[in-house]
């Protein structure tokens, strides 16, 4: 994600099915208070094929790991894995019914990459998603989703006195992935799924390439912003994450994977105040279209 504001939200929000999200919360409650969740016991890797959950889901903030756990019911189960803890619930669906592991893993390429390979090694699933939020460089306004078809480490290359050679690396998430996520947009379905307020303009879904550093960029100006339009010149974004989740994909391989991202600020105007009113709104968007992209993909595998 690009946003400044990367410790403990604060939400006072309630969705259309009245879960509210207190301060500094990142779970759900729905009516009176639900039993503890069980405890998922340790298994090798083929026994809990299916077992547990058949899809994941990767967030770096609370904001965004708020926005996908709105999504899910109960009954809950947690499942830790190398330190890592995970939230499995249901995604209901018109077509399918899965069971979705969430985790929250903080910002960064770094631990995303390494999250991709752990979530693999816990459930064995299906796919792997990372959702979140990201800055719009250009053609995307607040509040649209930017599905990343490849993304670019904007960061590697040369630098000396006089210049900055780019030497960009790219990373693509699996070609089923895309396709399907090409479909999702297409179908114009995945609005209906969001549960926030409806914005005055509804949000548009773009299949696009995206940015990927480790640098919140927050000005147009900045030399970071100057390097990303000359040298990744057709990334509608720019984020934090989503190469070195993808990278990790590309390695471990076996595991379709997609990097969705709602825009929650255009490098403009960015300040605390402006991601505590977008971020939670662009993580709604990107969580909704995540719900309608499992609803729909199937592996072929």
């Not at 309630?14 to 016991?41: L, W």
């Not at 649209?144 to 490849?150: E, F, P, Q, T």
């Not at 984020?239 to 070195?244: A, F």
């Amino acid at each position: 994600m690009d946003g400044t504001n990367h410790g403990n939200q604060v939400f006072g929000t309630q969705n259309a099915d009245g879960m509210n999200f207190g301060p500094g919360s990142t779970t759900v409650n729905k009516g009176p208070a639900a039993p503890e969740p069980s405890v998922a016991p340790s298994a090798g890797r083929h026994a809990r094929r299916g077992t547990l959950a058949d899809a994941v889901v990767i967030t770096a903030i609370a904001s965004e790991y708020a926005a996908v756990a709105a999504h899910l019911t109960g009954p809950f189960e947690e499942h830790g894995e190398s330190g890592t803890l995970y939230r499995i619930g249901t995604l209901g669906g018109e077509r399918r019914t899965r069971r979705v592991a969430l985790a929250q893993v903080g910002p960064g390429n770094v631990d995303a990459g390494v999250s991709l390979e752990r979530a693999r090694t816990a459930f064995a699933p299906e796919v792997v998603l990372f959702v979140g939020v990201a800055g719009g460089v250009k053609d995307v306004r607040l509040g649209d989703v930017v599905v990343a078809d490849a993304i670019y480490d904007y960061e590697t290359g040369k630098e000396d006195a006089e210049d900055f050679r780019s030497r960009a690396k790219t990373a693509a998430p699996s070609h089923a992935a895309v396709q399907r996520a090409m479909d999702v947009v297409f179908r114009q379905e995945w609005p209906e799924r969001v549960l926030t307020d409806r914005l005055p303009q509804p949000p548009r879904a773009f299949v696009k390439p995206v940015a990927s550093g480790n640098k919140v960029v927050a000005d147009r100006d900045a030399l970071t912003a100057e390097r990303l339009r000359e040298h990744c010149g057709d990334a509608v974004a720019v984020e934090m994450e989503g190469y070195g989740f993808l990278r990790s994909a590309y390695l471990s391989s076996g595991t379709d994977s997609l990097v969705i991202r709602g825009v929650s600020d255009l490098l403009s105007g960015k300040d605390e105040d402006s991601d505590t009113r977008w971020q939670p709104v662009a993580a709604a968007h990107a969580a909704a279209f995540a719900a309608a992209f499992l609803d729909l993909f199937r592996s072929e595998g």
